[in-house]
């Protein structure tokens, strides 16, 4: 299909299945979400369009590169880890060669969080596609009159068999952790077993290995095969009361409108007025992608944890997994804390269990389907859990408390590493700092990653922060000796703080700043010798926690503010190709400012702590209209599954988190007139932005509640039963609104 048709599919049809066509006037809020966006990636892994119900297990999109690739390998069943695993496959054919898995060129598809319908047209086939949490519905439409009709289905890596219309099998993630699927389809094949060299061996039900494939064939001509299938991470047997329970029929569009009203359901927690069409979309896209992960594992009350190997009872309180907490913590886990409390206090929970079935007690950092992969660095579900204790989610403290503690205390801060603390994490204890390494040092400490390296300056200033939420559950737990002594590791960003340069510097182990040293470029690769992903300029801002202390060590308000400016102006300082050929995470560029990673999102709204939110309302407003549109390229980097698209949602409603453990929130300029957020007690937060416009995006003043406010900031206690925030916009800046020091955010120490 050429690119240029494509594009037009893409903007034109993203909200609809055949069939369903409005006018925009009649649009309900799940036909805003365009799953397209962000399909096609600046530099790394793009954004797919993800066919899932809100926080389900079975989640689907179409096997491609990106969106510009001309053909799907086969169609989706499952996805088992976000934006990088898979597992089955089936593939449609009509044909004298059939294969395990088909490439297929694809034209006129639509796709919407629910289902999908998608022409194959070198076969002239078509299907359609329905969603619903553990089990799914193909409907297979063959329109070759004079050529037999397949049906292959695929395990990768394990076995399948077949038995009357019933096809099940297995494939193996890790060696102890494997998907099951069980398939029924609604016609008796002429022909059904193992897929060997290109020919069906019907004397085989059974087939293992690499590919292991059983294939249907039906008569020539046969217009229509219809494929209901169930999954499981227990069994093929629960993989079939998993479909029993959910699809008793294999009616797509049956499955679909139930999937629809679903998601308008969940989406209907945000309902906002004004704005332009183009906004709206990526609103509700963004909140739509905060919904992919973490997935609900349990099935009919039990689940599989591959963090013992065994199946479990969930007690009435489901289990969730796949949630990179790296990304996910700075706002994904807020919105959901703000909105969906019971949800978040059952995937903290879950965080509870595998501390508890890995048998280290240590808190996991990068729950995975299959297992925690302790990917990235530090140890951020302590923040999740300061975060939904102080706003009070029901959170076990006490265990919260001892299994945080126990993965600062014991396992060691390497970035990737999952091992026991080794000599660096002695050194930190005793320096308050992650030691780098001189140049031609060779490492000794074999914990670190050969490709990952120490990371130092980001581990320090992670772990610091980390240290201070750990501080905040023991000072809810009225352990004060515990909660000043983790308070005071919590300054430990201070360390590596150069007062010449006013940068996070990495420091040898003699305690001597690296020199020569440039905060763009030195690093190597990701910058990962000193600082993670992202270059100096970045980590500058990373001590959420103390941005009153920051001001203080670069001198004051006048002078962060000009730091802060110049973020956002310093030049890349080489070309594009050279900038990103070391940096390729450091994407959606303004200036140094890179909107496309994580640990920069907190950085427009830093300006609120120094006496100028205006300056946050014009970046906030203008890193939304730059980097997050309405089109294929509309995300600038890495999603993560909500961990930047929920600083969209934020952003767009007018308020964010920066600092998870105060439950805070700091304003900026909503982009809608009229916002209301359901929480999760039913109650609405009214936010109404008089004269809201591309151009009036400056507060002039405010009321909360029906008083005067004059804070840049509000508690989550103000809104936790509801409330309404008036905003009377403008064109011009009101320099004095919110500039007060006495009216900063909250932080660790006072601002002098």
């Not at 070309?575 to 070391?582: A, D, L, P, V, W």
């Not at 320099?735 to 002098?752: I, R």
């Amino acid at each position: 299909m050429p690119i240029k048709q494509k594009l037009v599919c893409a903007c034109a049809l993203f909200g609809l299945l055949a069939g369903q066509g409005l006018h925009a006037q009649n649009k309900e809020l799940v036909d805003y979400v365009n799953p397209y966006i962000g399909n096609i990636s600046h530099l790394l892994v793009p954004t797919f369009a993800t066919v899932q119900l809100p926080n389900s297990m079975l989640r689907v999109y179409p096997e491609r590169g990106d969106y510009t690739t001309e053909q799907v390998n086969g169609l989706p069943v499952i996805v088992t880890n976000h934006r990088e695993r898979s597992a089955f496959n089936i593939s449609p054919y009509q044909g004298t060669q059939p294969k395990a898995i088909v490439p297929l060129n694809y034209d006129h598809e639509k796709l919407t969080p629910y289902g999908f319908d998608i022409e194959l047209d070198d076969n002239q086939m078509k299907a359609r596609y329905a969603v619903s949490h553990q089990s799914a519905v193909y409907e297979l439409n063959f329109w070759q009159k004079d050529k037999p009709v397949y049906v292959m289905i695929n395990s990768r890596d394990g076995g399948m068999h077949c038995t009357g219309n019933a096809i099940s099998g297995f494939q193996r993630l890790t060696d102890q952790t494997k998907v099951y699927i069980y398939a029924e389809v609604d016609r008796s094949p002429m022909q059904m077993g193992a897929l060997e060299n290109g020919a069906i061996n019907a004397s085989k039900a059974s087939v293992e290995g690499r590919n292991a494939c059983i294939a249907l064939r039906y008569a020539d001509g046969t217009p229509q095969v219809r494929l209901r299938y169930g999954v499981s991470f227990i069994s093929e047997e629960q993989a079939k009361k998993n479909l029993q329970r959910e699809i008793q029929h294999f009616d797509v569009d049956v499955v679909a409108a139930k999937g629809r009203r679903i998601w308008n359901e969940a989406l209907a927690n945000i309902q906002v007025k004004g704005g332009s069409e183009d906004q709206k979309t990526v609103l509700y896209t963004s909140y739509y992608r905060t919904f992919e992960r973490p997935i609900c594992y349990s099935e009919d009350g039990k689940y599989w944890s591959a963090y013992d190997g065994a199946v479990h009872e969930d007690g009435g309180i489901p289990f969730y997994t796949d949630d990179w907490i790296w990304d996910t913590y700075r706002a994904a886990h807020p919105l959901r804390a703000l909105i969906q409390p019971e949800k978040e206090e059952h995937i903290i929970e879950s965080y509870l269990r595998m501390a508890e079935q890995m048998g280290t007690l240590w808190m996991p950092t990068f729950p995975e389907v299959t297992g925690d992969s302790r990917r990235m660095n530090s140890n951020h579900g302590i923040a999740m859990v300061a975060d939904a204790l102080y706003k009070g989610l029901k959170v076990d403290a006490k265990r919260g408390y001892a299994y945080s503690r126990k993965a600062l205390e014991e396992k060691t801060l390497a970035p990737w590493s999952g091992n026991p603390a080794g000599w660096i994490d002695d050194f930190y204890k005793q320096h308050g700092y992650i030691p780098a390494l001189k140049e031609g040092e060779k490492e000794t400490d074999s914990n670190v990653s050969d490709f990952e390296k120490r990371q130092p300056v980001a581990v320090t200033l992670g772990t610091a922060y980390d240290e201070w939420c750990l501080s905040r559950i023991a000072s809810y737990l009225n352990k004060n000796k515990e909660a000043s002594y983790y308070e005071r590791r919590g300054r430990n960003y201070r360390t590596l703080f150069n007062h010449e340069t006013s940068f996070f510097h990495p420091k040898d182990k003699e305690g001597n700043f690296l020199q020569p040293f440039d905060y763009r470029f030195s690093g190597g690769i990701g910058a990962r010798d000193a600082y993670d992903e992202n270059n100096g300029w970045t980590y500058r801002w990373d001590v959420q926690h103390n941005v009153a202390d920051l001001i203080n060590l670069m001198g004051g308000r006048e002078q962060f503010v000009k730091n802060l400016d110049q973020t956002f102006i310093e030049p890349m300082g080489r070309g594009k190709r050279e900038f990103y050929t070391q940096l390729p995470d450091q994407t959606g560029n303004i200036g140094q400012f890179t909107m496309a990673n994580e640990p920069s999102l907190h950085i427009p709204y830093l300006y609120n702590y120094a006496g100028t939110p205006w300056k946050t309302q014009k970046r906030v407003r203008q890193v939304l209209n730059t980097w997050f549109r309405n089109d294929l390229m509309g995300v600038p980097g890495d999603e993560d599954g909500g961990g930047l698209t929920s600083f969209v949602v934020f952003s767009s409603i007018g308020f964010y988190p920066v600092t998870p453990g105060f439950p805070a929130y700091n304003i900026s300029s909503p982009l809608f007139s009229d916002i209301q957020v359901r929480l999760g007690n039913g109650k609405i937060f009214h936010i109404i932005a008089n004269n809201c416009s591309d151009e009036n995006k400056y507060i002039q003043q405010a009321t909360l509640n029906g008083r005067t406010w004059n804070m840049p900031w509000f508690s989550h206690d103000d809104i936790k039963n509801g409330g309404t925030l008036i905003l009377e916009m403008g064109k011009h800046p009101n320099k004095s609104w919110g500039a007060d020091k006495k009216m900063a955010p909250p932080s660790l120490d006072a601002e002098q």
